[in-house]
């Protein structure tokens, strides 16, 4: 079985095992470091949507490949780079400060789009990571809500990886964020960017529905040296 039908197994399983319908996760396959032909691979393989963090790794794949894939942005952002960011991609899962928002919002509407985003939360208020801390996400959302050219769609989370608690505390922890703040500010939050290789069971356990997944399908990377 290829690395893809596994993943695709293990999500049906975890779907059972929540009662939840297959169709309500969405599969990024997060092809980061693969080559073109890996890529290929997985489409021939019936997988649709991919997940890129750089954009300048990511042009040539999306410009060589089939136009009716579904391209996810999952890195870091930077300011200088959002231009081309929504340019090429629909989903935005890594919007990490109000800044950004905005600037997403101004471009797409020059651009005449409406990206998708996900706002990242750092939970744990890691010092290397990106994302709004609870208390900050509190404070701009009813901003945040009102920018006109894109759709926030949900949260998003990277767990900490180095910690005594447990990857779906930190999942569990999200969804209530993110029900709370429905109710909060009476807006609707559908979706939750969470789970990864090693961890994307426990995420649809707790609610997923967009989960990214890399070395699980196409085995490990080779980065790059820089
Ligand atoms: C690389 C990456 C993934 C995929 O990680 P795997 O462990 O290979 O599944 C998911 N999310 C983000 C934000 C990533 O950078």
């Excluded at 999952?74 to 960011?85: A, E, P, T, V």
């Excluded at 569990?172 to 789970?195: H, I």
Aim: charged share 25%; with cysteine; net charge negative.
């Amino acid at each position: 079985m290829s690395g893809l039908d596994q993943v695709n197994h293990e999500i049906s399983r975890a779907c059972d095992a929540a009662a939840r319908a297959v169709s309500s996760v969405r599969l990024i396959a997060v092809s980061k470091f693969q080559t073109v032909d890996a890529i290929r691979e997985a489409i021939d393989a019936g997988q649709k949507c991919f997940g890129e963090s750089r954009v300048q790794e990511a042009e040539p794949k999306i410009a060589e490949l089939p136009d009716d894939l579904e391209w996810d942005f999952i890195g870091r952002i930077q300011s200088n780079k959002i231009r081309r960011i929504v340019e090429h991609f629909g989903v935005i899962h890594s919007v990490a400060s109000e800044a950004h928002a905005r600037a997403i919002s101004r471009v797409a509407g020059e651009l005449g789009r409406r990206p998708q985003i996900f706002l990242q939360v750092n939970q744990a208020d890691e010092a290397s990571k990106d994302g709004f801390s609870t208390h900050r996400l509190v404070e701009v959302l009813p901003e945040l809500l009102e920018l006109p050219h894109l759709e926030i769609v949900g949260l998003m989370v990277i767990p900490p990886i180095e910690s005594e608690t447990e990857t779906s505390h930190w999942f569990s922890e999200l969804r209530e964020l993110r029900d709370q703040l429905e109710v909060q500010f009476a807006c609707r939050l559908p979706r939750l960017s969470m789970g990864m290789s090693a961890d994307f069971s426990e995420a649809i356990g707790a609610a997923a529905t967009d989960i990214r997944v890399g070395s699980a399908i196409f085995g490990g990377r080779e980065r790059p040296v820089p």
